[in-house]
């Protein structure tokens, strides 16, 4: 077993914790036999406790083209919902865009508390696109409808989690991160749940199709995925770019990643389980791949682990790709993490002033199997003087395991391969 130290980063806008979990137990997907909801061994019943655009279409700033135009198989896509600007959270080029607008400024916060704060700008003409789908972000309150048919962003609840697990990698793509009628914490064991699932895959493939028409210009790009966005990138990619038929838009992505979700492999192998074509990323210089995984913390809760770490069938395994281990090159970055609360507690005496915190060499993470169970495993290095506190990267949620904050503890990680994959590309 391979463990990796990481450094972590995190978002400090205050949000509640329903905002951040965003999907915790919606990774199902849709109409490809995947369950639409919780794990099969049962999501618990409530979310954890915890803290707290104009219309139109403009052009995307920024980038190039490898091929000047879209494929040839998205010239006649059109969308209503989708040419306009207010139906997309995140949007290259249209008037104060979340992605575009918001600080990456970052502090590091180092082993003996000491603190370094760095001024982060983004890419001047961004080379490739991220295309994200962001988790259930409607829990309890006044949220009892099984769907979300509002198509309208939220501050809490998707313009939250879209900061929190998108905005970092603006650095360096353009991103597009549609609105759609997901799925809500109570439609999960709604009679109609398939039906609902339907229609937010539906959203998010219309949304896909008129990115490509319009924008993506023969670009590479990114899929990202948490939870239940994972479970819609799923159907997306088997529908849009798995297998021989997709192979010239297969040829742009990147990589997928998809996190909190049931992407699953072939037991012992790098396809099968969910893709025929698509393999687990193995290195920082494969493409065309998809980086999967569920985290916990070692050592924590063993029904946390079967709940997120549980195969679908006796002859697949879910997928675990460390983004630790492929980011292990020269030139890889600190993990980003987003906060939720306040803007302490993350060692002695130290408070974060900027967006971002960043503490190199604090968390380390290794994939783990258990017979069928496999899981993304955290754990504090635990060096001699380090006074950086745990708690405050590692604390699980009972029933979530550290699926609340897992694509923060490995955002800088992740960002790292995707601009290695992409040089990889060129």
Not at 9 to 38: D, I
Request: one cysteine or more; charged letters at 20%; glycine letters at 12%.
């Amino acid at each position: 077993m391979r463990r990796r130290t990481l450094s972590l980063t995190l978002a400090v806008p205050v949000v509640g914790v329903a905002s951040l979990l965003a999907g915790a137990c919606s990774s199902g997907s849709t109409g490809s036999g995947a369950t639409a909801g919780p794990p099969a061994t049962g999501a618990p019943a409530t979310a954890p406790a915890g803290g707290g655009g104009a219309t139109g279409t403009s052009a995307p700033s920024g980038g190039g083209s490898r091929a000047g135009g879209p494929l040839a198989r998205y010239a006649d896509v059109e969308s209503a919902t989708y040419a306009k600007d207010e139906n997309w959270v995140c949007r290259a080029g249209k008037a104060g865009d979340l992605c575009t607008t918001e600080s990456l400024d970052t502090t590091t916060i180092k082993a003996d508390g000491s603190t370094q704060v760095e001024k982060v700008q983004r890419d001047a003409n961004p080379s490739y696109d991220c295309f994200y789908v962001y988790p259930t972000v409607n829990f309890g309150g006044d949220e009892r409808a099984p769907a979300d048919t509002k198509m309208a962003a939220d501050p809490s609840q998707e313009i939250a989690v879209t900061r929190n697990q998108a905005v970092r990698f603006s650095q360096h793509c353009r991103v597009f991160a549609p609105l759609y009628r997901q799925v809500t914490f109570a439609g999960f064991g709604a009679p109609n749940a398939a039906e609902l699932f339907e229609t937010a895959y539906g959203d998010v493939r219309e949304a896909f199709r008129y990115y490509m028409r319009h924008w993506n210009e023969g670009r590479p790009f990114v899929l990202m995925g948490h939870s239940q966005g994972s479970g819609m990138l799923v159907d997306l990619m088997k529908k849009e770019l798995d297998g021989p038929a997709n192979a010239e838009v297969r040829a742009h992505l990147v990589s997928a990643i998809l996190g909190g979700g049931r992407t699953e492999v072939a037991a012992g192998k790098d396809v099968g389980g969910s893709f025929t074509d698509i393999p687990a990323c193995r290195s920082a210089t494969q493409t065309g791949c998809v980086i999967g995984f569920n985290t916990v913390v070692k050592g924590g809760d063993k029904d946390d682990r079967t709940r997120w770490g549980s195969a679908e069938r006796a002859d697949t395994r879910r997928l675990c790709t460390n983004p630790a281990d492929l980011a292990a090159a020269p030139g890889a970055v600190a993990d980003v993490v987003p906060i939720v609360g306040n803007q302490g507690d993350f060692a002695p005496g130290v408070t974060i002033t900027t967006p971002w915190v960043t503490a190199p060499g604090f968390v380390q993470l290794a994939c783990v199997s258990d017979g069928s169970v496999t899981v993304l495993e955290a754990s504090a290095k635990g060096a001699p003087g380090d006074v950086r506190n745990p708690e405050r990267f590692l604390t699980e949620s009972k029933g979530w395991g550290l699926h609340v904050t897992e694509m923060g503890l490995v955002q800088g990680s992740l960002i790292a391969v995707v601009q290695a994959q992409v040089a990889a590309m060129r």
